[in-house]
């Protein structure tokens, strides 16, 4: 089984094998909304890509959508995924799969394997799901977004605590709720996790507090106190935003304070079964929409990016990101 540091050696020699053409996958698959789908999964060492198969293959939540590759860091991962997901085959190298797939999802721990290992798929006309966080770069990811625009590849990646009927059914009540001075999340975040910091989890405090209050963060604080930390935001109207980082509870909270006192964000909709967040990424297999903004993508990573920047120098760090 091939290791993920041959295997991104290996993309950049192969890339020149994507010669499917867009066209193609778009006759056969957003033409046909009734056409089976072939996903193949690059990345075995999350626990996600378990679920995958899960979701697809055993539950078979989406009749006619099957998992039926699976490429893994190790050959232990690719197995543990082939039989708990019920996943029919394994690749030594994901370019094998080139021809065979109509979907692809990414699924990394580490966000800095995810864009080359998508590249030759993308470039190849194959709708791409990249699981959380998109990227490691916000320069990295402008320039993975441009290419796949200039070959007309739908792509789309978000947090499974964002992109969830609850989120949505939040953000419809702090509209409603007038002026917010002050928001907290809480949610488990290790600044030191091997898989890219503030980035392995702290996606999912980002990503929710831009869904709900928008994209519009302008500046980063993060205070750290050994292993304890918090993040302060500034938003363009003033508002200020703190996330706690939890290191000895794997649970989490949002508040906001307004005028009629500190309000607990709670949902009021029960999730759908498939979650929202499976059946966009399946709509955009079948369709080419994109559920997500490039712009959305970008900035969120800039956050994250900024975040890791302040934790290391320990002052106010102003966001930069150059939308598309």
């Known amino acids: 089984m091939e290791t993920r540091r041959s295997f991104i050696k290996t993309l950049g020699a192969g890339t020149a094998l994507t010669t499917l053409g867009f066209s193609s996958v778009k006759a056969s698959v957003f033409q046909n909304p009734e056409k089976p789908i072939c996903i193949g999964i690059i990345g075995a060492e999350n626990s996600h890509t378990i679920k995958f198969g899960k979701l697809f ?52 721990r580490h966000p800095k394997y995810h864009l080359k290992a998508a590249e030759p798929f993308v470039k190849a006309g194959i709708p791409t799901f990249i699981d959380k966080p998109f990227c490691y770069r916000v320069e990295e990811g402008k320039k993975f977004l441009e290419m796949a625009r200039s070959v007309g590849t739908p792509i789309t990646s978000y947090s499974s605590e964002a992109h969830i009927e609850s989120t949505f059914d939040i953000k419809k009540q702090v509209e409603t709720m007038g002026e917010i001075s002050h928001v907290i999340f809480g949610g488990p975040v290790d600044l030191e996790s091997p898989y890219g910091g503030v980035f392995f989890y702290g996606v999912h405090l980002v990503q929710p507090l831009m869904y709900i209050f928008g994209d519009d963060i302008r500046k980063v604080h993060v205070t750290c106190s050994g292993k304890n930390a918090t993040a302060s935001m500034i938003f363009g109207n003033g508002m200020l935003a703190t996330l706690v980082f939890k290191n000895l509870s794997y649970s989490w909270s949002r508040f906001v304070e307004t005028k009629n006192g500190t309000i607990e964000l709670k949902s009021r909709v029960e999730e759908s079964n498939p979650a929202k967040n499976y059946t966009d990424m399946v709509e955009m297999f079948r369709t080419g929409k994109e559920p997500r903004s490039h712009e959305s993508i970008l900035k969120c990573v800039a956050v994250l990016e900024t975040l890791e920047q302040s934790a290391i120098t320990g002052n106010w760090e102003d966001i930069k990101c150059n939308y598309i």
Do not use: C, S
Request: hydrophobic letters at 40%.
């Open 57 to 108: 293959n055993v539950e078979k939540k989406f009749p006619g959508v099957e998992v039926k590759y699976v490429w893994g860091e190790t050959e232990e991962f690719a197995r543990k995924a082939m039989e708990n997901g019920q996943i029919p085959n394994m690749v030594k190298d994901p370019l094998e799969m080139l021809g065979k797939i109509d979907a692809l999802i990414v699924d990394h």
